[in-house]
């Protein structure tokens, strides 16, 4: 059976605790607002009357000037009493925003790895962004409006009733009409909101995407097509946003012609009933005031319903993400291990992406502590997998990884990764000063630690020759090559001194020269360390203690080096058609 999918008021719920004595707070000081609003007419209503009957006799200048004052005074004390509900509802809006934003910044720890294969960098973050943006402004622009304009109608109908009943009659009447066009438009208005915030995304993941990607796109002459693509995407965007903004802008004139249509049919009622005697001119006056109270919190409620269809449509974008599936919860889980001695068992590992469709067929290997393991194989051979999978970063589906004996399922992720130091193909440093990307989130780590990291790689002269040496800032002015960046990365996971280490690729993006300054930094950092390396030059690799040659996620072959080529095989193959492509690096 189906579940229910929970509403948005119920997804909100969480978010919105803490909120309700303000938000009530914030409504009572609306309604005593809009009673002083609603209440005003009546006093101008006595102050007309006072002043016609001073015109047919001896004017009560006293009595005119006590009802003046107490009407100045009314309009101050609702000013003041508007001004702190909108300063409430505005720090409730923005509260929750803070708290949308904190979950979702929380949750991205939790999503498992395959969300984000199966989503784009622009898509998450436009959901961060512009979805938590447009869902904060919305609801600050129409959450105190709807309590405010609702209040208001309500007090203005029920003054209008008292005031005269048959002119309130005809002001409701004209406005029934209105609302009734009001409800057909907003039930066609949410999804034009909902496709303007996924053209958005879609433009932003687009965005995001060719910017990392414009050397490729300008080397392949692609600029015309990609344009082409853009100019599609952005036109879905347009033509959404069109559709979208056309309906709000149509609710403001709408409501305002049926505010003036009911306006003129409140003059031409009153008119027929002033001359027959059964109005005041204090009565027609205040009532040209409550018609006009009356159509606009109409104009206001249409305009906030409109946002809030926006607010809706970006916070469903938002609790889509916040509901996805979460990494297993591993607060029941007890430290495994002390100190990793480095022993790997891999047995009969199965593991694929998509249910029903493995990559990994019952891989089996085996490192001992100290050794250096390479995987080697062609693209697509599961090399990378593999790593993922000794990383936790996947859960495997069937056979077991262990580290000294222990089982991963039992350790919690945190606890893997604490045993793993990386050096991955594409170097990650942070916005911050060198000493903050090589004592990366490490405690304890001393000066004279991080130099002698730093000089072991052979990365310390250079770092010294820049203005502030460590505490160089690393941002747009300071310029830094592949290979410095690459030595940097090395130099961190030495100061991490994790007793396993995985170098993915980590020399394939660099020259032949830069390779051997990095391959003599990595030679260092492998000591004493259980290494796995994914080649991409398999030259790099000779001295492994075990090479593993990997084929559409099975082990093809494995042995040394030495023992490989004599086999004449598959490995044999793959190196000498890169010998002979690069005869250099023999």
Known sequence: METKKPSLLEQMKPFIKGFQLPFVIAVIGAVVANFITVYGPRQVEKLTNKITEGLMGQMDLEGIGKIAGFLATLYLISAVVNYLQAFIINTIVQKYSQRLRTAIASKIN???????????????????????????????????????????????????????????????????????????????????????????????????????GHNVISSYNAIDETKTSFEALNDNLYQSMWKSQT?????????????????????????????????????????????????????????????????????????????????????????????????????????????????????????????????????????????????????????QISIDGKDLKSMT????????????????????????????????????????????????HFIM???????????????????????????????????????????SSVDTRTEEVIQRAMDRLMEGRTSFVIAHRLSTIRNADLILVMKEGNIIEQGTHESLLAQSGFYADLYNSQFEEDPEED
Not at 118 to 137: C, I
Not at 426 to 442: A, K, P, S, V
Request: net charge negative; aromatic share 8%; charged share 15%.
């Open 247 to 399: 309906i709000s802008g149509i609710m403001m004139p709408m409501m305002t012609f049926i505010g003036n249509f009911g306006y003129v049919m409140v003059c031409i009622v009153g008119a027929v009933l002033l001359l027959d005697g059964r109005l005041t001119m204090g009565t027609i006056v205040a009532f040209m005031m409550y018609i006009r109270i009356f159509t606009q919190p109409l104009q206001q409620i249409a305009q906030a319903l409109t946002q809030f269809q926006a607010a809706g449509a970006a916070m469903s974008r938002v609790f889509e993400f916040l509901n996805q599936d979460e990494l297993e919860d591993e607060t029941g889980k007890t430290k495994q291990l002390n100190r990793s001695k480095g022993n790997v068992t891999f047995d009969q590992v199965s593991f694929g992406y998509l249910p029903g469709q493995p990559i990994i067929h019952n891989f089996t290997a085996q490192a001992k502590s100290g050794q250096k393991i390479a995987i080697v194989g062609p693209t697509g051979a599961g090399k990378t997998t593999i790593v993922n999978l000794l990383m936790k970063f996947y859960d495997i589906d069937s056979g």
């Open 465 to 507: 020759t820049l203005a502030d040496g460590y505490e160089t800032r690393l941002d747009d002015t300071v310029s830094l090559s592949v290979g410095q960046k690459q030595l940097l990365t090395i130099a961190r996971a030495l100061l991490k001194n994790a007793p396993l280490l995985i170098l993915d690729e980590a020399t």
């Open 110 to 212: 939790r999503v498992p790895l395959a969300y984000f294969d199966s989503h784009s960098q622009g898509d998450t973050l436009s959901r961060v962004t512009n979805d938590v943006d447009t869902a904060s402004q919305s609801l600050n622009q129409s959450l105190g409006t709807l309590i405010t304009a609702t209040t208001l109608l309500i007090g203005s109908i029920v003054m209008m009733v008292i005031t005269d009943h048959w002119l309130a009659l005809t002001a409701i009447a004209s406005t029934v009409i209105g609302f009734v066009g009001v409800a057909l438009i907003m039930g066609k208005a949410r999804g034009y909101f909902e496709a303007q915030q996924r053209n958005l995304a879609a433009v932003n993941g687009f965005v995001e995407e060719t910017y990392s």
């Open 413 to 460: 992720r945190a606890e893997v990764h604490d045993q793993f130091a990386m050096v991955l193909q594409d170097t990650w440093l942070f916005e911050g000063t060198i000493r903050d990307n090589l004592i990366y989130n490490q405690e304890g780590v001393t000066e004279d630690q991080m130099i002698a990291a730093t000089k072991a790689v052979g990365v310390h």
